[in-house]
């Protein structure tokens, strides 16, 4: 499970990088995959948002500093 867990922790960085960069109005990560509403764009938005309800559910037990509390 610690490769599950490196990755959806992958994707939630890379979500909040391309949210900040939306919200700059700089850039969104899924025009380079095609742009929201593609089909790619959407598997990257839904990817994330999987990882964050995986995060949620498994973050005390992957989290050593919730371990040590």
């Known amino acids: 499970?610690?490769?599950l867990h490196c990755i959806t922790?992958?994707?939630l960085i890379l979500g909040g990088i391309n949210y900040g960069?939306?919200?700059l109005d700089?850039?969104?990560l899924t025009d380079f995959l095609g742009g929201a509403g593609?089909?790619?764009g959407d598997v990257f938005y839904g990817a994330v948002?999987?990882?964050a309800l995986y995060e949620l559910a498994k973050h005390?037990?992957?989290c050593?500093?919730?371990k040590a509390k």
């Open 60 to 62: 005390k037990a992957n």
């Open 64 to 66: 050593k500093a919730c």
């Open 38 to 40: 593609s089909t790619w």
């Open 9 to 11: 922790f992958l994707l």
């Open 49 to 51: 948002g999987i990882s």
């Open 26 to 28: 700089w850039w969104n």
């Open 1 to 3: 499970m610690k490769g």
């Open 21 to 23: 960069l939306i919200l």
